[in-house]
């Protein structure tokens, strides 16, 4: 089956750094994706890597490690803001999303 | 900026009705798509549809059926609502055939059914 793993829960302190991990087992792989969903909010896109290796956007970085079924999100300077839960989701050999239960970040001061 | 418009935030249904969920995006793009979120659970594709008058079966169809008759909207039908469909529904839309193209949400609809 197909399957993805996240943290369910994670905490840090503001102005530190985060990293959420995300392994998957997937029928092939065509890209993976993060999004950040807010508490009653819409999930909005963060990245996309299909490409192994790290890139950076702003104070958010997402790696991906296509040989060990791997990527991780990476938070700098966390805001309070942050507080939210990320979804990980891989797109299979079909191009049909497949998507981690999320992992709820919580920022305290 | 996509924006997708959900009809409803809260709805509640009493079981055996038939529930109507609006979608409406205005960015003119061919995909959309329906999913239900619940706690623990990753997001479930119900149904999404590559063009107007298209349907595909997501992975959890049962009881569910769309219809779309214009291309800018997207609706989700529940036939008889059972309180197993007490849940978040989130309808999304992108552009493009590849599959890459990131997913825009809408606010989400949340329904209780009693």
């Known amino acids: 089956g197909q399957n993805i793993d996240q943290p369910t829960e994670m905490t840090a302190t503001e102005g530190a750094i985060v990293q959420i991990n995300c392994t998957y087992q997937t029928s092939g792989f065509n890209g993976l994706f993060w999004y950040q969903q807010h508490a009653g909010e819409a999930p909005t896109f963060l990245s996309y890597n299909v490409l192994d290796g790290l890139e950076e956007k702003g104070r958010f970085s997402s790696f991906l490690s296509r040989s060990k079924g791997y990527s991780y999100l990476l938070l700098k300077e966390l805001q309070m803001k942050d507080s939210a839960s990320y979804l990980c989701a891989v797109l299979d050999s079909n191009y049909q999303l497949i998507w981690g239960a999320g992992t709820k970040l919580i920022i305290k001061p | 900026d996509v924006k997708v418009t959900q009809s409803s935030r809260y709805l509640v249904k009493r079981t055996g009705e038939k529930v109507f969920l609006e979608c409406v995006q205005d960015m003119d793009h061919e995909n959309m798509f329906w999913y239900r979120q619940d706690p623990g659970l990753g997001l479930r594709l119900i149904y999404f549809?590559?063009?107007?008058?298209?349907?595909e079966k997501g992975d959890i169809p049962e009881g569910y059926s769309v219809s779309r008759e214009k291309k800018e909207r997207f609706s989700l039908i529940l036939e008889s609502a059972s309180t197993n469909q007490t849940s978040m529904y989130l309808c999304?839309?992108?552009?493009?055939?590849?599959?890459?193209?990131?997913?825009?949400f809408g606010n989400g609809t949340r329904l209780t059914v009693t």
């Open positions: 549809s590559y063009d107007v008058k298209m349907k």
């Open positions: 999304a839309s992108s552009f493009g055939d590849s599959g890459i193209s990131p997913l825009h």
